[in-house]
């Protein structure tokens, strides 16, 4: 039986977002025909400050990169980082973007080698810290910087002479020499688990987070620093140190599997994201309310609709 055949399209992402070399696109290739179009089965929108999306009259799925909640206002369906009991939903927060399990796979590393290789204690690389919530991890970084010296690469606190450059490949090959990564979100919810774990677990050197009080059900709690496992700000900052301290106990948490075993974090399974969208194609659209849209913002959104680069 031929592969089921849909047309989509993509608006609201971040600049230079690609059309056909995205995650989505990718995923969907591998189960069905893809297509896109102008007019589409199914536009996957994302950014809800932006309002491309209102161009099209169609089924829309909205994804949320952010912490934001669905506007059922607006979409059909919606991909969140949400605990949402909703038939509508499928539960995708941003770091299923980052790739698949094998990047946890430790099967053929040396723990050793990896530690040698370490020349700094912890790295932080943080560029926005403007609000009160995200002050959490300017907090942090300061307290345990005035017990031992975090380099800090990003624009935020920079000690290093200069944010780092190249991107996500720059930061990874940072996070690779530092022993500790501040892994903090800009907020705490349950399930709001951006890329900022995953990207320190790719590099080896051990997270420590705050966010998602949730996140022990995603990842396994052995291979972290959760900050809520802890009493106290001071107790966690004494258990880094003594990890630093201590190469055994450091390698102990280096050797820890990063992903649960029981139940595995389904975050990765594409079968879920193939079966939802057969399941959107199936039922169809889902009644919503029209938002009132000015004829303003109308032709601003047209004449700054991007274009696919």
């Known amino acids: 039986m031929p592969p089921r055949k849909i047309q989509i399209d993509f608006c609201d992402f971040w600049p230079g977002f690609s059309k056909t070399n995205n995650f989505f696109y990718q995923t969907l290739q591998r189960q069905f025909e893809v297509e896109l179009a102008d007019q589409p089965d199914i536009l996957i929108y994302a950014d809800p400050g932006s309002h491309a999306h209102r161009l099209q009259r ?30 509508r939903h499928l539960r995708l927060p941003f770091y299923a973007l980052s790739g698949d399990t094998r990047q946890f796979d430790k099967s053929a590393e040396d723990p050793e080698a990896l530690l040698a290789a370490k020349t700094r204690f912890c790295g932080f690389v943080v560029s926005n810290a403007g609000n009160r919530a995200a002050q959490k991890r300017v907090q942090f970084f300061q307290a345990l910087s005035a017990r031992k010296h975090v380099d800090s690469a990003g624009r935020t606190l920079n000690n290093m002479g200069g944010p780092l450059a190249g991107g996500w490949a720059g930061k990874l090959a940072f996070l690779k020499t530092c022993k500790f990564n501040i892994a903090f979100e800009n907020k705490s919810l349950p399930g709001y688990t951006t890329e900022k774990i995953v990207q320190a677990m790719r590099a080896r050197c051990i997270p420590i987070y705050w966010g998602s009080p949730r996140i022990h059900e995603e990842f396994n709690p052995r291979s972290f620093l959760n900050y809520f496992d802890f009493p106290s700000e001071t107790a966690l900052i004494e258990r880094i140190l003594e990890l630093d301290r201590r190469d055994d106990l450091y390698l102990e948490m280096l050797r820890q599997p990063y992903l649960n075993e029981n139940p595995p974090n389904e975050t990765y399974q594409k079968e879920r994201i193939w079966t939802f969208f057969d399941r959107i194609l199936t039922e169809g659209p ?14 601003w959104v047209k004449r700054n609709k991007p274009r696919e680069p």
Not at 60 to 87: N, Q
Not at 288 to 294: E, L, T, W, Y
């Open 286 to 299: 889902k009644r919503r309310a029209r938002k009132v849209f000015s004829l303003g913002r109308w032709m």
């Open 58 to 87: 169609g089924l829309k799925v909205y994804f949320g990169i952010e912490s934001h909640l669905p506007d059922w206002r607006e979409c059909d369906y919606a991909m969140t980082c949400h605990y949402l009991e909703d038939p």
